[in-house]
């Protein structure tokens, strides 16, 4: 069983910056790819990104140059850098792991763009 929780999420006006956390319950060093995903209302979840365990990252072509992931193996603990932030960005924002053929989800951590 693994459990992920996100956090960091808020309300920032366009333009600004927000970093989520996504804590998850054993050693990340432990893990496979971890991903951020995102979901606006009346949308799919939408892909933003990934990282492996060696650090690794690959993004989603719409979302290079502004969302960047890392990693923190002591704090088991994925990031996702957010910079100027548009309202097209607001969504509820999830991390994902794969481990021994499952899934995992966190409970999202919501993000609100105001123009």
């Known amino acids: 069983q693994v459990q992920l929780v996100e956090s960091g999420g808020g309300l920032v006006q366009a333009g600004g910056s927000l970093r989520l956390s996504c804590a998850i319950s054993?050693?990340?060093?432990?893990?496979?790819?971890m991903s951020w995903f995102r979901q606006a209302p009346g949308k799919q979840r939408e892909f933003i990104g990934n990282i492996t365990p060696g650090g690794s990252t690959n993004y989603a072509e719409s979302k290079k140059g502004r969302f960047t992931i890392s990693r923190d193996n002591f704090k088991n603990t994925v990031y996702l850098q957010m910079n100027t932030l548009q309202p097209e960005d607001s969504a509820v924002y999830y991390c994902?792991?794969?481990?021994?053929?499952?899934?995992?989800w966190g409970q999202g951590t919501q993000v609100t763009v105001s123009s």
């Open positions: 994902k792991v794969l481990q021994g053929g499952q899934e995992y």
């Open positions: 054993r050693s990340l060093a432990s893990v496979n790819v």
